[in-house]
């Protein structure tokens, strides 16, 4: 079969269509979406100039990459699918090398949901497993204790055309160590406040007097997007450094998951990093437990460039 790979900028309409296509055939097949919701929303939006997405066509479309330059230090975070139909004849192999050529070999791997192709295909360029991620449930019909605030500190739903700034400068100091969430600008929030899940009334701030100094933003995953029933997401919960220590991410967390219990919902998630071992003991806390994992690769020294 002979295979060629496109690298574009900004996807067409037509090429959009070919690769949700693929994304949803891969995530009937493999139970996990290949793609982040970072990705997802470049594909439909656009997003850095920077960011590339590869194509590997055939007479059809047989697989995508999309290379995310983020985190300069690290090096670009590169997500990889092939279509079901098509796997275990080289595609993967060729599509990763053509992003490697891209990148001069440094890059890193995500692999959603840890699967042994995915980790095969890593081993085979030389790559070793560096992070992990975990997804963590609880049920939200287990006992949900209240959530106390710290003295002096208020908590109100966030308003959009109001909050964008204070909250940005909250989410860049909370997440100054993490790229992927710290570097976010204000169009990395409208486009989340555009999407159908967008809802303000899960999306808590935390203030003390008049100052910002925490949130918890819940999310909301529909069936129809997700092919299961509604479940709710701790999206992201971040904390001023300055009140590090006092209590208020949990409060914030406890705040957020009762909000989404009210919503009728069963189950709540979230990801957490693997090193992060207070984020996810303080989880355990309330009830979470592993769920599922995501896995970064990158290639060791004597293979980077190779």
């Known amino acids: 079969m002979s295979v060629r790979v496109k690298v574009r900028e900004r996807l067409d309409d037509p090429e959009i269509d070919d690769v949700l296509s693929l994304v949803e055939a891969a995530t009937e097949a493999d139970g996990v979406r290949p793609l982040n919701e970072h990705v997802m929303l470049h594909l439909r939006y656009g997003g850095d100039p920077r960011a590339r997405s590869l194509l590997l066509y055939s007479d059809v479309l047989l697989g995508y990459a999309h290379m995310d330059p983020t985190d300069e230090v690290e090096g670009p975070s590169v997500e990889l699918v092939i279509h079901p139909s098509y796997r275990r004849q080289g595609h993967g192999a060729h599509l990763l090398r053509s992003v490697m050529d891209l990148t001069g070999g440094t890059l890193r791997l995500w692999a959603h949901g840890d699967h042994t192709g995915a980790g095969a295909l890593a081993t085979s360029f030389g790559f ?39 909250w940005l400068k909250v989410n860049a100091a909370a997440f100054a160590h993490h790229p992927e969430q710290g570097a976010w600008t204000m169009d990395d929030l409208i486009r989340r406040e555009q999407e159908p899940w967008f809802d303000p009334e899960g999306f808590f701030l935390a203030f003390r007097d008049d100052r910002l100094v925490g949130f918890h933003w819940t999310k909301i995953h529909g069936s129809s997007d997700h092919g299961h029933e509604p479940l709710g997401e701790v999206y992201v919960v971040g904390v001023d450094p300055s009140q590090q220590g006092t209590g208020l991410g949990k409060a914030l967390t406890l705040a957020g998951l009762s909000h989404l219990r009210a919503r009728g919902l069963a189950q709540a998630m979230l990801y957490v990093d693997e090193a992060n071992t207070a984020a996810i003991g303080l989880y355990e806390s309330l009830g979470f437990n592993r769920w599922d994992v995501d896995v970064m690769y990158a290639p060791t020294p004597r293979s980077n460039g190779g």
């Open 128 to 166: 070793e497993r560096v992070r992990s991620l975990w997804q963590m449930r609880r049920s939200l019909f287990a006992p949900l204790a209240p959530f106390v605030l710290p003295s002096g500190v208020r908590l109100r739903t966030f308003v959009p055309g109001q909050d964008e700034e204070p």
